[in-house]
């Protein structure tokens, strides 16, 4: 099953067992995180919504490290990319960022049962959004999910896109999800939206927050 709109047959169980999904994309067979990097490729896909190109991979400019600050209608949140973990990841986010990508759009879920993130990423507000391009899963060996987390959502294999969440209470999900960021200041900011609650239109525990949760802008500062 694929999570294309709001309250789509999305189950409690399905939320758990495939937790954060998008759909970008079509999924393919899983790319060992090591050879990532190595291999990574922006390929072409529907959806391309405000559409800002397709990068084109660049080890040098992708092993700067980098800080990204969410400024959201709640408040700042700021998190360190893990460039060197996650460098197809963390290119990808700094290329839509730096190009407004993320600007005026919203966080459109949060779970607050069995798992704990704030999902955004896409413009449409939908949960059925992306870039118009995917690439391949990497720095999953191992992978868990603390609070703090920021890691990529996908619709199965190597479909990451523009979509994300962050991890607002330590959870436990299967090694499928991209971590790509920690956050180093504003976890404060997600547990308040977190407390504020959702609306359940996914299931129990599973809908759009409460407290709206608009992405003024996302800046990229180096470290």
Not at 42 to 65: L, Q, R, W
Request: charged share 15%.
């Amino acid at each position: 099953m694929k999570r294309t709109t709001w309250g789509a047959g999305l189950t409690v169980l399905a939320m758990v067992s495939l937790a954060l999904t998008t759909t970008t994309g079509t999924a393919t067979a899983a790319t060992p995180a090591a050879g990532a990097a190595a291999a990574c490729t922006y390929t072409a896909a529907v959806p391309a919504d405000n559409f800002k190109g397709i990068p084109v991979f660049d080890a040098k400019k992708a092993a700067k490290p980098y800080n990204a600050t969410l400024r959201t209608s709640q408040g700042a949140v700021t998190f360190r990319a893990l460039t060197d973990q996650a460098p197809c990841t963390t290119y990808s986010f700094r290329f839509l960022a730096e190009r407004d990508y993320f600007d005026r759009t919203h966080c459109h879920r949060l779970t607050t049962q069995r798992i704990y993130v704030l999902q955004c990423g896409d413009p449409t507000g939908t949960g059925s959004g992306g870039p118009g391009y995917s690439f391949p899963d990497e720095n999953l060996e191992g992978a868990t999910y603390p609070a703090g987390t920021v890691a990529m959502a996908n619709a199965g294999p190597n479909t990451n896109g523009s979509q994300f969440f962050i991890v607002w209470k330590d959870t436990k999900l299967s090694p499928a999800y991209t971590p790509f960021g920690r956050v180093t200041s504003g976890l404060d900011v997600l547990q308040k939206i977190a407390a504020g609650g959702e609306d359940d239109q996914n299931g129990p525990g599973d809908g759009f927050p409460t407290l709206p949760v608009n992405i003024r802008n996302v800046g990229i500062s180096k470290r």
